[in-house]
């Protein structure tokens, strides 16, 4: 069953006074079924943060629709963007976007205390996220007194605790070493595996090689796509990596 649908999707850009315009994404069509782990890819400026933007409903596309669970994004009014990104949506960002005046427990509970939510019941919702992530003993901790890969624990756990029905991640592992990289794409594996839809959006072929589908945006539109199969991480990194060559050296096709 699909949750998300995009179909014929395009966004263009005019200039101040309209005398030009700047097609960033122009015939995309795609679906994400329920429970699946999908990474996008391309070369910078192919359209893949706005099409990011467009699917996290802070921007509106030019024409095209997209969908999800069956509820069309294009639809949603301004005053009740919020409000929907709260209750069906879980972001995880390059740059932990976590408040350091707040503790790591306080951050992961900000999007519960903006929708309403009894404290009793943040709790218990909680407990069982943080101790999933190996987060426990961090909860009373600040930001600023925790290493990066424990602060986006702490981001995935935000994203988790309200229940979403699609996590996306942008450039998730981008501020991270290599040692919290690979945490965080076995922690990614773990939630996927209990049937967390993720879309994730990367410059890094080592991500999306934990994906079980790659997709390829070249000039605003789908170029390409691999699916993981029996594939080891291993062998999709070489698959995406020729790929990713194609593109930067202008083939059509694969």
């Known amino acids: 069953m699909s949750i998300l649908e995009v179909s014929n999707l395009r966004k263009v850009y005019s ?7 700047v097609a960033a994404l122009k015939n995309v069509n795609f679906t994400v079924e329920a429970g699946e782990y999908v990474a ?6 192919s359209g893949k943060t706005t099409l990011l933007n467009i699917l996290a409903a802070l921007d509106k596309p030019t024409g095209g629709v ?8 294009t639809k949603i009014h301004e ?15 390059q740059e932990f976007n976590l408040l350091d005046t707040f503790t790591i427990q306080d951050n992961i509970f900000l999007p519960l205390v903006l929708s309403g939510v009894a404290h009793r019941d943040m709790e218990a919702r909680l407990a069982p996220v943080a101790r999933d992530l190996g987060i426990m003993e961090l909860l009373k901790k600040y930001p600023y007194e925790v290493s990066g890969g424990q602060k986006q624990r702490a981001a995935v756990a935000r994203a988790l605790i309200t229940n979403p029905k699609i996590i996306l991640a942008d450039e998730p592992t981008g501020a991270l070493d290599s040692k919290s990289t690979d945490e965080l794409l076995r922690l990614f594996a ?3 595996s209990t049937g967390q839809t993720i879309l994730m959006v990367t ?3 080592k991500a999306a090689s934990s994906a079980g589908r790659v997709l390829f945006i070249k000039d605003g539109e789908v170029f390409h796509q691999i699916y993981r199969g029996r594939d080891s991480d291993s062998q999709l990194y070489q698959k995406i990596s ?3 060559t ?3 050296t202008g083939g059509d096709g694969v």
């Open 203 to 205: 410059h890094s072929v």
């Open 66 to 73: 997209v969908r999800l669970d069956g509820l069309e994004l």
């Open 79 to 93: 005053s009740a963007a919020a409000s929907f990104r709260r209750d069906n949506l879980g972001f995880v960002f």
């Open 40 to 45: 996008i890819m391309g070369e910078s400026g």
């Open 190 to 192: 773990k939630v996927n």
């Open 15 to 21: 200039s101040r006074f309209g005398t030009s315009t």
């Open 246 to 248: 194609l593109l930067a």
């Open 242 to 244: 020729d790929t990713l």
